[in-house]
């Protein structure tokens, strides 16, 4: 069986859609038998060190080549997305014939690509919506337009029309699918992302991530992962500054990203000596700076629920680790703390709700220890091999209709 995936971010990209991407690929190969192509872009930072073709790990990784602009400002990540868009559509007529073709949604685009590929192949489309647009435009600062919003709803729901198969992150995520791009409820299946409950394991507080950063006595607040704008991080700098008087409870960042910087100025303009700020860690090193942690944290803007699901969710519940969410009561992450008694659910935005749990884990840490456990145990229904086993099942479902 031969699967072909189309999406820009791929290995040795580290956002969390190609660290995803790449593990799902991957595992398809080693531990169910497909052949897999993934038509990936060049990551800005490799583009002159990456050949256009290329095995790894058994996976064919056909790389089409678009600009590398500053994706920074709008105009460099648009003509990023569409000179991608054009490689990739190219590529896909050249491709080995599949079995079945896989979009996912970085750029939105990209589908329509993937769709012309599987027509040509006479195999079914599956549409995996790691996002839904144009919800997730409207995050951009830097530029709005009614004409684009209108043309990504135009795709979307055109894609959701046509693919034999959907693949949605969630249960809201498919009601917004349904509700809002006309999906066929028949036709969307929902798949949870995951954590590598194998790597990802409760570990010591006091370790060796721990004590190069002089955490180990301190009660420390992680957000690890990507510092986006989907995210509202502003919420962690007030609480920060609401708790300057407690010199034992310390916020650490951990991760890149686009609003790193604007936080990063704000905490030294606050003069918040409690804002710890350190850079992306490698995957060997995830472990130990998750079991840094007395709690983590997950933050969602309010009206996104159902649009992104935070993937760090899932390593934090495989971390062991008890975890407050500020994101809108009807989203997956907040139906798996209460589902599963693993933290708090605070509304986006609330500072003095953040501050107040905070300090009610700090003063009770055997509360605490008893979420974590929760949390590892709910972690478990989200591990990697379960779920990749849900996609390889959806993929052989809709090869065997052709």
Not at 214 to 230: K, Y
Request: include cysteine.
């Amino acid at each position: 069986m031969n699967v072909c995936f189309f999406n820009r971010s791929y290995w040795p990209d580290v956002s969390a859609t190609g660290q995803l991407l790449t593990e799902l690929a991957e595992d398809l190969v080693r531990l169910h038998g497909w052949d897999v192509t993934v038509v990936a872009g060049y990551p800005l930072r490799f583009v002159d060190s990456l050949p256009s073709s290329a095995w790894r790990h058994g996976v064919h990784i056909v790389r089409a080549a678009g600009s590398t602009l500053d994706p920074r400002r709008f105009v460099g990540r648009a003509t990023n997305y569409v000179s991608y868009f054009t490689s990739a559509a190219v590529k896909g007529f050249a491709i080995r014939r599949p079995d079945v073709v896989v979009a996912l949604t970085d750029p939105p685009i990209i589908g329509l690509a993937a769709l012309a590929a599987a027509a040509k192949a006479r195999a079914p489309f599956v549409f995996l919506c790691e996002d839904i647009f144009p919800e997730v435009a409207a995050l951009l600062e830097d530029f709005r337009s009614d004409t684009v919003d209108a043309a990504l709803t135009q795709v979307n729901r055109f894609l959701v029309r046509k693919a034999t198969r959907i693949v949605a992150l969630g249960d809201t995520m498919k009601r917004r699918l349904v509700d809002g791009k006309g999906a066929d409820p028949a036709k969307v299946t929902v798949i949870h992302n995951w954590a590598d409950c194998g790597s990802v394991v409760p570990g010591p507080r006091d370790n060796p991530f721990a004590r190069q950063h002089g955490l180990v006595d301190r009660f420390v607040v992680l957000h690890a992962g990507n510092i986006g704008l989907s995210q509202n991080l502003e919420i962690v700098l007030h609480a920060a500054e609401q708790l300057r008087d407690r010199p034992d409870v310390v916020f650490v960042f951990v991760g890149d990203g686009a609003k790193k910087k604007e936080l990063q100025d704000i905490a030294e303009r606050r003069d918040l000596r409690n804002v710890v700020f350190l850079p992306f860690q490698p995957r060997e090193m995830m472990d130990q700076s998750y079991a840094t942690a007395d709690v983590s944290l997950v933050s969602l803007k309010r009206g996104l629920a159902g649009v992104i699901v935070p993937s760090k969710v899932y390593n934090v519940l495989a971390s062991g680790r008890p975890c407050i969410a500020a994101v809108e009561q009807d989203c997956e992450v907040a139906d798996i703390i209460h589902r599963h008694d693993c933290g708090f659910v605070i509304g986006p935005g609330d500072a003095s709700a953040l501050r107040a749990r905070i300090l009610e884990l700090a003063a009770d840490r055997d509360r605490g220890l008893a979420m974590g456990m929760r949390a590892r145990c709910a972690a478990l229904q989200f591990d990697r091999p379960r779920q990749v086993e849900a996609y390889d099942a959806v993929l052989r479902e809709v090869a065997s209709r052709c």
